[in-house]
């Protein structure tokens, strides 16, 4: 079977991990500390803090800017879930702004309409959580003037983009110079994998520490911050109420050892993406198909190649992929339609570009190991499918 992402795991990955099984603290040594330091020099971030998971780190970064019960935190109907639900976790409210369709990112057309809108109304949200989807940077300069301009906090869920560059100045994603905070996750279908894994970048030290709190029980052994007289070395105090959202030193030793790695392996997923770009043309320009824009292959990181149908039945074009052997993929359902955000009053309709995005498309298989041979494969096989299943 031919998946539509993978890791890749070496022997140096494994000797890094077996190290720590062997030799060191299992957690609160030395590793979790020594991968913030790298996703700092190679994102050029002032602060990381390695965490369980990026769900985890979301929710962080919503409790360090304040984000509670009479909030209103936006953020993109195209994305994980998680992304929404980290606002639901504070129990602020949510709200969403349209993609653009060529981007698949939020439109900053359509957020300078809303914003213009909520700011006559007096309901401006207090924090907008943008994702560059598929790993391709939303346009950091217009929005963060555009969120300065109305004093909204900025949260960029980078779970998809850790490699990927930003279109001002091709920097790297993550130094935290447009937002409060940035998000990666290190599940084994993201750039670079710990297992279960995320980390939240932030160049705001007063952020980290009000992060980092709250990451572990609420609980600190800093003496600047507790209150009263601190007995002695093995004193802590409880200031609020927190939770356990640790990375362990085992993961740690994975995310290190992998991220080394990383920048071969953004080359090689852009190497297979400008191969789809060459191989599928001829069927864009037929219209059977429409492909990422075509900008995006200097910039992106390339979690995901996903196209969008043009007529066929999708879930035909999936089966008949999947009996050769071929899983592709939907990402995603729009997350206002999911039952759950239903309930709380969104509907069919609310968000027309992100619908007939969410409709039509169809993500093909796309990893750092995926051979030459195995794309071809992919290639020939899709275009069969296509031209059995006209529109
Ligand atoms: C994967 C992903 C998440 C969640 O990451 P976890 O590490 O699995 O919690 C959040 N947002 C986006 C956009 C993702 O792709």
């Given at each position: 079977?031919?998946?539509?992402?993978?890791?890749?795991?070496?022997?140096?990955?494994?000797?890094a991990?077996?190290?720590?099984?062997?030799?060191?603290?299992?957690?609160?040594?030395?590793?979790?500390?020594?991968?913030?330091?790298?996703?700092?020099?190679?994102?050029?971030?002032?602060?990381?803090?390695?965490?369980n998971?990026?769900?985890?780190?979301?929710?962080?970064?919503?409790?360090?800017?304040?984000?509670?019960?009479?909030?209103?935190?936006?953020?993109?109907?195209?994305?994980?879930?998680?992304?929404?639900?980290?606002?639901?976790?504070?129990?602020?409210?949510?709200?969403?702004?349209?993609?653009?369709p060529?981007?698949?990112?939020?439109?900053?057309?359509?957020?300078?309409?809303?914003?213009?809108?909520?700011?006559?109304k007096?309901?401006?949200?207090?924090?907008?959580?943008?994702?560059?989807?598929?790993?391709?940077?939303?346009?950091?300069?217009?929005?963060?003037?555009?969120?300065?301009?109305?004093?909204?906090?900025?949260?960029?869920?980078?779970?998809?983009?850790?490699?990927?560059?930003?279109?001002?100045?091709?920097?790297?994603?993550?130094?935290?110079?447009?937002?409060?905070?940035?998000?990666?996750?290190?599940?084994?279908?993201?750039?670079?994998?710990?297992?279960?894994?995320?980390?939240?970048?932030?160049?705001?030290?007063?952020?980290?520490?009000?992060a980092?709190?709250?990451?572990?029980?609420?609980?600190?052994?800093?003496?600047?911050?507790?209150?009263?007289?601190?007995?002695?070395?093995?004193?802590?105090?409880?200031?609020?109420?927190?939770?356990n959202?640790?990375?362990s030193?085992?993961?740690?030793?994975?995310?290190?050892?992998?991220?080394?790695?990383?920048?071969?392996?953004?080359?090689?997923?852009?190497?297979?993406?400008?191969?789809?770009?060459?191989?599928?043309?001829?069927?864009?320009?037929?219209?059977?198909i429409?492909?990422?824009?075509?900008?995006?292959?200097?910039?992106?990181?390339?979690?995901?190649?996903?196209?969008?149908?043009?007529?066929?039945?999708?879930?035909?074009v999936?089966?008949?992929?999947?009996?050769?052997?071929?899983?592709?993929?939907?990402?995603?359902?729009?997350?206002?339609?999911?039952?759950?955000?239903?309930?709380?009053g969104?509907?069919?309709?609310?968000?027309?570009?992100?619908?007939?995005?969410?409709?039509?498309?169809?993500?093909?298989?796309?990893?750092?190991?995926?051979?030459?041979?195995?794309?071809?494969?992919?290639i020939e096989?899709?275009?069969?499918?296509?031209?059995?299943?006209?529109?």
């Amino acid at each position: 079977m031919i998946p539509y992402g993978k890791h890749h795991i070496d022997q140096t990955d494994i000797d890094a991990v077996v190290d720590v099984l062997q030799n060191q603290y299992l957690t609160q040594g030395q590793q979790v500390p020594a991968f913030e330091k790298a996703l700092t020099e190679y994102t050029s971030a002032n602060y990381a803090l390695a965490v369980n998971s990026a769900t985890s780190a979301l929710h962080l970064a919503c409790l360090a800017l304040g984000i509670t019960k009479s909030d209103v935190v936006w953020t993109t109907p195209i994305t994980f879930v998680a992304t929404a639900n980290c606002i639901r976790f504070c129990q602020a409210d949510v709200d969403f702004v349209d993609i653009n369709p060529s981007s698949r990112n939020i439109c900053p057309q359509a957020l300078k309409e809303k914003l213009q809108q909520a700011a006559q109304k007096n309901k401006l949200p207090k924090a907008l959580i943008l994702v560059h989807f598929a790993g391709f940077s939303c346009d950091m300069q217009v929005i963060s003037d555009l969120c300065q301009q109305y004093n909204v906090k900025i949260i960029e869920d980078a779970c998809h983009a850790l490699g990927g560059l930003y279109l001002a100045d091709k920097s790297k994603i993550g130094h935290c110079k447009y937002a409060d905070f940035v998000i990666f996750s290190f599940h084994p279908v993201k750039s670079i994998t710990t297992a279960e894994g995320g980390a939240l970048l932030t160049n705001d030290k007063h952020l980290l520490k009000q992060a980092s709190l709250y990451a572990k029980h609420g609980v600190t052994r800093d003496a600047d911050l507790m209150q009263g007289e601190v007995e002695g070395p093995w004193s802590y105090q409880q200031l609020t109420l927190g939770y356990n959202y640790r990375m362990s030193d085992v993961q740690a030793a994975l995310g290190i050892s992998q991220l080394i790695r990383l920048d071969s392996f953004i080359q090689q997923r852009r190497l297979l993406a400008q191969r789809y770009f060459d191989a599928l043309a001829q069927l864009e320009s037929q219209s059977l198909i429409k492909l990422p824009s075509a900008e995006q292959l200097d910039f992106s990181a390339w979690h995901l190649f996903a196209i969008e149908l043009n007529g066929q039945n999708r879930l035909e074009v999936y089966n008949a992929l999947l009996a050769h052997k071929i899983q592709a993929n939907v990402h995603y359902s729009a997350v206002h339609l999911q039952p759950y955000y239903q309930q709380l009053g969104f509907k069919s309709g609310d968000f027309p570009n992100a619908e007939a995005y969410a409709k039509n498309t169809l993500t093909l298989p796309l990893y750092q190991t995926m051979t030459i041979a195995e794309q071809d494969y992919v290639i020939e096989q899709f275009k069969d499918v296509l031209c059995q299943n006209p529109q």
